[in-house]
C-alpha cells in the first residue's frame, strides 16, 4: 500500500505563504487521486483540494478557491499544496490522502491511505 509523508508546514503570519508537499512511496500519477484535507481543534477534518487521477482535473473547497493551488510533480512522486495569502482560519493540521475511486472528490470516506499531517499556523 501506498504511504504517504508530509512536510512543509509551520507558522506565518496572515497574508503570507507556504507550500506543503507529499512524498509517497509509489508512482502515483495514473493510479491515485490525491487530494489534501485538514482538521483544525474541535473541527471535522474537511477536504482541501483534490487532484484526480492522471490530473484530470482540480476541485478546491469554497474557502480556498483563488488562494490554494494543488499540483504535482511526476518525476518525484510528490503532491505539493501552495498556500497564499493565509488566514487564521486556515490554521488546521493538513493531511495529504489517496484514493483508487475514480471521483473520490472531497470525501474522506473515499481515501483509504493518509498521511501523518503537518501543522499550519497563522496568525493574525
Known amino acids: 500500500q501506498v504511504q504517504l509523508v508530509e512536510s512543509g508546514g509551520g507558522s506565518v503570519q496572515a497574508g503570507g505563504s507556504l507550500r506543503l508537499s507529499c512524498v509517497a512511496s509509489?508512482?502515483?500519477?495514473?493510479?491515485?487521486?490525491m487530494a489534501w484535507f485538514r482538521q483544525a481543534p474541535g473541527v471535522e477534518r474537511e477536504g482541501v483540494a483534490v487532484?484526480?487521477?492522471?490530473?484530470?482535473?482540480?476541485v478546491y473547497a469554497g474557502s480556498v478557491k483563488g488562494r490554494f493551488t494543488v499540483s504535482q510533480e511526476n518525476a518525484k512522486n510528490t503532491l505539493y499544496l501552495q498556500m497564499n495569502n493565509l488566514k487564521p482560519e486556515d490554521t488546521a493540521m493538513y493531511y495529504c490522502?489517496?484514493?483508487?475511486?475514480?471521483?473520490?472528490?472531497?470525501?474522506?470516506?473515499?481515501?483509504?491511505?493518509w498521511g501523518h499531517g503537518t501543522q499550519v499556523t497563522v496568525s493574525s
Open positions: 490522502a489517496a484514493s483508487q475511486a475514480l471521483w473520490p472528490g472531497l470525501s474522506e470516506e473515499h481515501y483509504a491511505y
Open positions: 509509489e508512482y502515483t500519477y495514473n493510479r491515485y487521486s
Open positions: 487532484i484526480y487521477s492522471g490530473g484530470r482535473s482540480t
